[in-house]
């Protein structure tokens, strides 16, 4: 049961390695010479103004806010999806596919009674 | 375990070997079909049809000069390409590819790791795979990169949950996460094929997964028109080549994704040949060939995708997002359920060629309104119309 687990760390394990490679042999093979233009940023050739590490749109944290509740929603639905049809409710001893049926239509209403109050609250027009 | 020691380290081997090779052949496939679509040449001089092209492309990346911003911020920028390439990389890693390889020591699954938390992994993988965009573009210390790397964010984690509850659908079907029996599930004949019974899935699925590897129409991140180049803007050399890399690497994974949940995976139509053991070498090559077939396929569409739609605006991005994706995938679970229920409940079938095609039915019937409400942008124009026009 847990050799999958050992043959994924392994493969892990090769990858970062790849990784720490690909960017330990482009340090020493490629060249560096470096001039005060080409350290600056690349912002089309005008010279940069400020700093860009300023405050950005709040508009993001909303967005991140969003997804954290709905992908919990997703998350709940997953175990549900996995019981739901060819387990018949865990083996015939479960309470059965039309309970777990209306038990799943009852969260995904109230579910989408808070996603139409953020939608009429605004949180999803980008302006 | 010697014997699986050795198989395992084998498997991972040809399996990084494949998707390296791949991702090579990929970038210069795209070019020559780009080439194709405008009809002009493309890269067909280093080697017979262009071939070596990847290859001199690879060795220049790795002996050019790097440009490090001296503002830039030292560490998360050379982190920040291994961020992106790794998990790009990892995900493959439960995906079955073919039939099982028989050798005298015992049968060898061909998946790298047959993980039973399934394509959750995927989905977990995947999703760390923002990490390495946003801090390339907050690492760099450029306006444009850092534009790029915050619209990445709210892009791939908008489009995330659609992604997510799409494989529900899948999971209802196959009640069971684990990728191989996904496969199982549907050789019972062509149309428990996924996409019959979940075409709608599919097509959310598809969406979303072009928005979660920033492909056009989708790729914000990097609109060369506004941005230069997005969050890579400040990457040269094998860094770029890294974020290169990792973006290809996404595509090979989203396409053999395509084909497992939704396309019979590695299940040759027509035939139950290739389903049940003994399992023997041709069964193995053959299986093989169909996985890389179907791969094949939605690697093109993914091309010829890029070469005809136009890029979204990032208003319309996100509205597509959470206003048409998110509800229509919630919707289509509470339709998909209840039909079931009806079939295996009340009518008593159980899951064969004749549900598939019930339940494709039903897909078919929701597709048609949808599809004429979606159509020439009616959807999406009105949902923006309040603050924007």
Known sequence: MREPYVSFLLYAVFVVANAALLIGVSHFAAPRRPTPSKLEPYESGMPPLGDAHERFSVKFYLVAMLFIVFDIETVFLIPWGAIYFSGDGAGGTGPGMGFLLAEMLVFLAILFVGYVYVWKRGAFDWD | ???????????????????????????????????????????????????????????????????????????????????????????????????????????????????????????????????????????????????????????????????????????????????????????????????????LAYFIFTVAAFAETNRLPFDLPEAEAELIAGYHTEYSAMKFSMFYIAEYANMVTASALMATLFFGGWDIPFTHWDDAPPWTVAKTLATLGVFALKVCCFLFLYIWVRWTLPRFRYDQLMALGWKVMLPLALVYIALLATAIWVLHDRLGWTYDSRFALA???????????????????????????????
């Open chain 2, 359 to 389: 339940l494709c039915g039903l897909n078919v019937l929701l597709a048609i309104p949808l599809f004429f409400v979606l159509d020439r942008g009616h959807l999406i124009a009105s949902s923006v119309a309040e603050g924007g026009a």
């Open chain 2, 1 to 199: 375990m010697t014997f699986f020691l050795v198989a395992s380290i084998v498997k991972i081997l040809v399996v990084f070997t494949v998707i390296m090779v791949g991702v090579a052949l990929l970038t210069l496939a795209e070019r020559r079909i780009c080439a194709w679509i405008q009809d002009r040449l493309g890269p067909n001089r280093v080697g017979p049809e262009g071939l070596l092209q990847p290859a001199a492309d690879g060795l220049k990346n790795l002996l050019k000069e790097e440009t490090l911003p001296g503002q830039a911020d030292r560490l998360l920028f050379v982190l920040a390409p291994a961020l992106a390439f790794v998990p790009a990389l990892l995900a493959i890693a439960v995906v079955p590819f073919g039939a099982p390889l028989p050798t005298p020591w015992g049968d060898v699954p061909l998946v790298v790791a047959d993980l039973p938390v399934g394509f959750l992994y995927i989905l977990a993988i995947g999703s760390l795979g923002v990490y390495g965009v946003v801090l390339a573009g907050w690492s760099s210390n450029n306006k444009y990169a850092l534009l790029g790397g915050l619209r990445s964010s709210a892009q791939m984690i908008s489009y995330e949950i659609a992604l997510g509850m799409s494989t529900v659908a899948v999971l209802l079907l196959a009640g069971n996460v684990t990728l191989s029996d996904v496969v199982a599930r549907q050789q019972q004949s062509l149309f428990t094929w996924n996409v019959f019974p979940l075409g």
